[in-house]
């Protein structure tokens, strides 16, 4: 009986340990994991992000232009999910999103929806979560503080996680 239980946790350990994958990249991102490098509201509305850390294939990222109210988002802008695609993507590389009000495009992975970004207080904010109820904000980009709406219950720190861009002329 004693040489059965120890063959059954052999096995339960086993089965546990097969389940881990030691190379594998952390699925779970967090406030930081990605940086706005730019924010473009002419003509070809559109924004750039850096990844801080390496991202695992298959993720799926918002972002929306909508005002954040320390609760949730309104529901007077536009959303976009960006699939990153089946490889794991390197930390430091740039990530393009371009004509996000037309005919979005990304340079890595997909993108479903679109979006206009004013010229005047708007922000962008990156997101893990559902549509409108963010479980961890990632970044935020704006080109006038007010665009945010708040930064409360965010995690995001103007001038570090959250940028606020020159206005363009």
């Given at each position: ?33 990605i ?73 890595k ?12 207080n ?48």
């Amino acid at each position: 009986m004693k040489e059965l239980n120890i063959i059954s946790v052999f096995l339960v350990l086993i089965i546990m340990l097969s389940n881990i994958n030691f190379n594998s990249t952390n699925n779970l991102l967090k406030t930081g994991s990605i940086s706005f490098v730019s924010m473009q509201s002419t003509n070809n509305d559109g924004f750039s992000i850096r990844t801080n850390v390496d991202i695992s294939p298959n993720l799926k990222i918002r972002f929306t232009d909508s005002e954040w109210n320390g609760n949730h988002f309104g529901f007077d802008e536009n959303d976009l999910i960006w699939i990153n695609g089946n490889e794991v993507i390197p930390a430091n590389t740039i990530i393009n999103f371009t004509n996000l009000n037309s005919k979005a495009s990304v340079s890595k992975g997909r993108i479903q929806g679109s979006m206009g970004i004013s010229k005047q207080n708007d922000a962008v904010f990156a997101y893990l979560g559902d549509k409108r109820m963010p479980t961890i904000f990632l970044a935020a980009i704006t080109n006038n503080e007010f665009g945010y709406g708040t930064l409360i219950n965010t995690g995001l720190i103007n001038g570090k996680t959250a940028i606020t861009i020159q206005k363009e002329q």
